[in-house]
């Protein structure tokens, strides 16, 4: 991984959705720190998406879950990706209360759903086609 932001997303390019949040959290990335932009966004739906560069996280786990890769390479899942990049551009405010046991549980459980239809909801092909599709696809 070449990046130097503190944390790295990896993002669905094709998903409408997906590339609306990124765009908005990369404009006041910029505008927050100029030049020292703290997110970098990997588009996993391009061709050249190269696991081996971001932690190992395949083309499948990248696409059936959000991911990001923290600078000492942790890497997060889920709901926890947006809160880290929520904190990133000063607005983890927002994301702070799906650390709280009850709303916790609610949040996971809520982005588990969204996981799960995703790729239905915005038009998209299931994952068995988009992997089918994708040559080198991990199983």
Same mark, same amino acid.
């Not at 996981?115 to 991990?138: I, K, N, S, Y």
């Given at each position: *991984?070449?990046?130097?932001?503190? /944390?790295?997303?990896?993002?669905?390019?094709?998903?409408?959705?997906? !590339?609306? $949040?990124?765009?908005?959290? %990369?404009?006041?990335?910029?505008?927050?720190?100029?030049?020292?932009?703290?997110?970098?966004? !990997?588009?996993?739906?391009?061709?050249?998406?190269?696991?081996?560069?971001y932690a190992g996280i395949s083309y499948r786990q990248? *696409?059936?879950?959000?991911?990001?890769? $923290?600078?000492d390479g942790t890497v997060l899942r889920d709901v926890? !990706?947006? %809160?880290?990049?929520?904190?990133? !551009? $000063? /607005? =983890? &405010?927002?994301?702070?209360?799906?650390? &709280?046991?009850? /709303?916790?549980?609610?949040?996971? =459980?809520?982005?588990?759903? &969204?996981? %799960? &239809?995703?790729?239905?909801?915005?038009?998209?092909?299931?994952? $068995?086609?988009?992997?089918?599709? %994708?040559?080198?696809?991990?199983?």
């Open positions: *991984m070449t990046s130097t932001a503190p /944390l790295t997303l990896l993002f669905d390019g094709g998903c409408p959705l997906c !590339v609306r $949040e990124v765009n908005a959290l %990369r404009r006041r990335d910029q505008r927050l720190h100029p030049g020292a932009h703290r997110l970098a966004f !990997v588009d996993i739906d391009a061709p050249d998406y190269d696991a081996s560069q990248a *696409m059936g879950r959000i991911h990001a890769i $923290e600078a926890a !990706v947006f %809160r880290a990049a929520y904190r990133q !551009v $000063e /607005l =983890g &405010w927002l994301y702070a209360p799906t650390n &709280w046991p009850l /709303l916790a549980t609610i949040s996971d =459980g809520l982005y588990g759903l &969204w996981a %799960r &239809w995703r790729l239905r909801l915005t038009g998209r092909p299931d994952l $068995e086609t988009l992997c089918r599709c %994708r040559q080198g696809c991990a199983r």
